[in-house]
């Protein structure tokens, strides 16, 4: 089993839609969660982190956190074609090194 | 705007040839991560330093990889011999410690192709 599991997509959706990314983890410890966007050619951005249960909001992207179910979510919304890019997970336990999922590609739709 | 600076951008070598990647960490930032990035592969831990100290290079095949900090200021990763299987970006990062709950920031990678 993969530390963390991201679905590789392709996701595609419309220009305005709700996209939503998410995450599994398997180390129970996992204390900081980060998405990472990536466009193709560029290095990973962090975008967001989120370290306790529940929804943390910044501008159109919420990350959602769910620690039970090891269980990570992005959600972008009103999502625009310049949102196109591979998202990652990453997660680390305390100082310790941070662990990144394949990715997954979004698709924005005009 | 503060960065991670990596030389060279791009690199193309010939199979059997040493190729050493260097990476200028951010300014005050004690933590320094070296990742391989493939299609199928993703992103993968090479090796990171804290305050110039190596704590993690189980990532690295050691017979032909090799990381070194010998200062604050630079962090060099080498191989050698290089071999095709080693095209790859390779980025570096770098934070601080408390970056394992503040993440850390990419330099814009090395892109490795040995033919």
């Known amino acids: 089993q993969k530390e963390v599991e991201q679905n590789s997509g392709p996701l595609s959706v419309p220009e305005g839609a709700i996209a939503s990314l998410n995450c599994t983890y398997s180390?129970?410890?996992?204390?900081?969660f980060f998405w990472y966007r990536q466009y193709s050619g560029k290095s990973p951005e962090l975008i967001m982190s989120?370290?306790?249960?529940g929804d943390k909001e910044d501008g159109r992207f919420t990350a959602q956190l769910n620690k039970a179910s090891q269980y990570v979510s992005l959600l972008i919304r009103d999502s625009q074609p310049s949102d196109s890019a591979t998202y990652l997970c990453a997660v680390t336990r305390g100082y310790q090194k941070v662990t990144f999922g394949t990715g997954t590609k979004l698709q924005v739709i005009p | 705007d503060a960065r991670v600076t990596q030389t060279p951008r791009d690199k193309v070598t010939e199979m059997g040839q040493e190729v050493t990647m260097r990476c200028q960490p951010i300014l005050g930032h004690n933590t320094v991560f070296w990742y391989r990035q493939t299609m199928m592969q993703g992103l993968e831990l090479l090796a990171y330093?804290?305050?110039?100290?190596?704590?993690?290079d189980s990532g690295m095949p050691k017979d032909r990889f090799s990381a070194e900090m010998p200062d604050a200021t630079l962090a060099t990763l080498k191989i050698q011999p290089s071999e095709p299987r080693d095209s790859a970006v390779y980025f570096c990062?770098?934070?601080?410690?408390?970056?394992?709950?503040?993440?850390?920031?990419f330099g814009s990678g090395t892109r490795l192709t040995v033919v």
């Open positions: 989120i370290y306790s249960n």
């Open positions: 330093f804290r305050n110039r100290a190596p704590l993690d």
């Open positions: 180390d129970r410890g996992s204390q900081s």
């Open positions: 990062a770098s934070g601080l410690s408390q970056g394992g709950l503040y993440g850390y920031t």
